[in-house]
């Protein structure tokens, strides 16, 4: 079991020919992703080999879709085609769009948001996000596959490096599913969604939630987590050490004043019974130390 991407996810690639699409598509299909498909404008009827298996290239998501029944898209082209190649994914109403590319305008972003929340047909991942993998059956983005194998941890991170650092200090337990969710001011899936699937995944035992700080994306996780889930919750906020005022990487990694500080993230948290920790490694530790309690 998983959530949002499984073994039977047919993947289609936006910009499968430029040079970020192919070496992540190559990556992804080694990883055992089915891809069936590319789309890149004004290259369609070309096929490009990847990894030993030949893909035809289309030039719309529409025809990528018809052609093959592609249910999820991901986008791996410039900032300034993004807005175009997310829109074109939600008017075919693919199911899952996972949306890759840092440095997308927020007003653009909040464009395709508002389309995808308004046609309630796709999900989005992202944007400024590293993807989503099931170890064992699918990886759609530039999760390294090799790092942890399957398990019973659902993982739900804002950051790339650190839900790497998780899996990889994980590994020997596993992981149903890992998501990054990306650190924009807007993004179309949130550590809400994310616990509400691992809550209802039966093959979830525990979930790991990797915050930052900046915006109030864990206060309202933790009052989530406090009325709805009732499996083990550990959480680590990266940025306690962050000056005040100043961007931290994600455009979203901002403080002000005593909003969106680490402590006040971590108080909100315990409050509603996750265990935080104050570095990735002590989190793995308490992760580790939720899932064997589990069996005693």
């Known amino acids: 079991m998983s959530i949002f991407l499984t073994k039977a996810s047919k993947v289609l690639v936006q910009g499968i020919t430029g040079s ?39 030039n719309s998501v529409t025809e990528a879709v018809a052609a093959t029944g592609a249910d999820v898209s991901v986008v791996f082209v410039p900032p300034k085609f993004a807005k175009d190649a997310v829109i074109s994914t939600i008017e075919a109403e693919v199911p899952l769009c996972v949306v890759i590319t840092e440095g997308i305008p927020v007003h653009d972003t909040a464009e395709f948001f508002a389309l995808a929340q308004s046609s309630g047909k796709t999900r989005l991942i992202g944007p400024n996000c590293p993807g989503l993998i099931t170890p064992g059956e699918s990886n759609v983005g530039i999760i390294p596959a ?20 998780m899996m990889f200090e994980l590994r020997d337990i596993g992981f149903s599913t890992a998501v990054g969710i990306g650190g924009d001011p807007i993004i179309g899936t949130t550590h809400i969604d994310c616990l509400k699937a691992f809550q209802e995944d039966p093959d979830t035992d525990v979930i790991v939630m990797i915050g930052e700080i900046g915006g109030d994306a ?29 961007t931290m990487g994600h455009a979203g990694a901002i403080v002000s004043g005593s909003s969106g500080t680490a402590e ?28 064997e309690n589990l069996s005693k």
């Open 20 to 58: 970020e699409g192919s070496k992540h598509a190559a990556r992804m299909i080694a990883a055992g992703t089915t891809i069936v498909a590319g789309v890149t404008p004004g290259k369609g009827g070309q096929s490009i080999e990847l990894s030993g298996v030949s893909i035809p290239v289309y």
């Open 146 to 165: 090799d790092i942890s194998g399957p398990g019973r941890i659902g993982l739900v991170s804002k950051s790339g490096t650190l839900t790497y650092q």
């Open 218 to 246: 864990e206060e309202r996780a933790a009052a989530y987590i406090a009325e709805h889930v009732t499996k083990p919750v550990v959480g680590y906020v990266a940025g306690f050490t962050a000056p005040e005022g100043k």
């Open 264 to 291: 006040g993230k971590q108080e909100a948290l315990e409050a509603a019974g996750v265990k935080v920790g104050r570095t990735p490694s002590a989190t793995a530790r308490l992760a580790r130390e939720a899932y």
